[in-house]
């Protein structure tokens, strides 16, 4: 079963990398510039399976953002790719299954482990 990514990053050179490294991993992969635009992708096609979110995006958070995306798409599994040292997922996100094991600080060296949580997630 081919998997189906939308990585939600403002900053395009992490958001093109990492998109390109998914792709060679074998999965399908698309890109968002923020929140808003996720929204918009998910309530257009609600066939992604994972969605890779930074925290820091303008207007709609990464926390907001994956309020709205499990309204709209509640089967969306999610992973946090994030700048931010100091992040603490709010109790709500933690009920979403989003645990340690789904949070990665940027920059990362090795995508590796990101592709490896990505494909734990996997729905059968």
């Given at each position: 079963?081919?998997?189906?990514?939308?990585?939600?990053?403002?900053?395009?050179?992490?958001?093109?990398?990492?998109?390109?490294?998914?792709?060679?991993?074998?999965?399908?992969?698309?890109?968002?510039?923020?929140?808003?635009?996720?929204?918009?992708?998910?309530?257009?096609?609600?066939?992604?399976?994972?969605?890779?979110?930074?925290?820091?995006?303008?207007?709609?958070?990464?926390?907001?953002?994956m309020r709205?995306?499990?309204?709209?798409?509640?089967?969306?599994?999610?992973?946090?790719?994030?700048?931010?040292?100091?992040?603490?997922?709010?109790?709500?996100?933690?009920?979403?299954?989003?645990?340690?094991?789904?949070?990665?600080?940027?920059?990362?060296?090795?995508?590796?482990?990101?592709?490896?949580?990505?494909?734990?997630?996997?729905?059968?």
């Amino acid at each position: 079963m081919n998997m189906r990514v939308l990585i939600v990053d403002d900053e395009s050179l992490i958001a093109s990398s990492l998109k390109i490294f998914l792709e060679d991993e074998g999965l399908t992969a698309d890109t968002a510039a923020s929140g808003e635009e996720a929204v918009e992708v998910l309530q257009k096609d609600k066939g992604y399976d994972i969605c890779i979110m930074d925290m820091r995006l303008p207007g709609m958070d990464g926390n907001a953002a994956m309020r709205s995306i499990h309204a709209i798409c509640p089967e969306v599994r999610f992973i946090v790719h994030t700048g931010s040292v100091n992040y603490i997922v709010p109790n709500d996100l933690k009920r979403l299954g989003i645990m340690d094991g789904r949070l990665f600080q940027k920059p990362l060296a090795d995508m590796a482990p990101i592709a490896e949580a990505i494909k734990s997630l996997k729905i059968s």
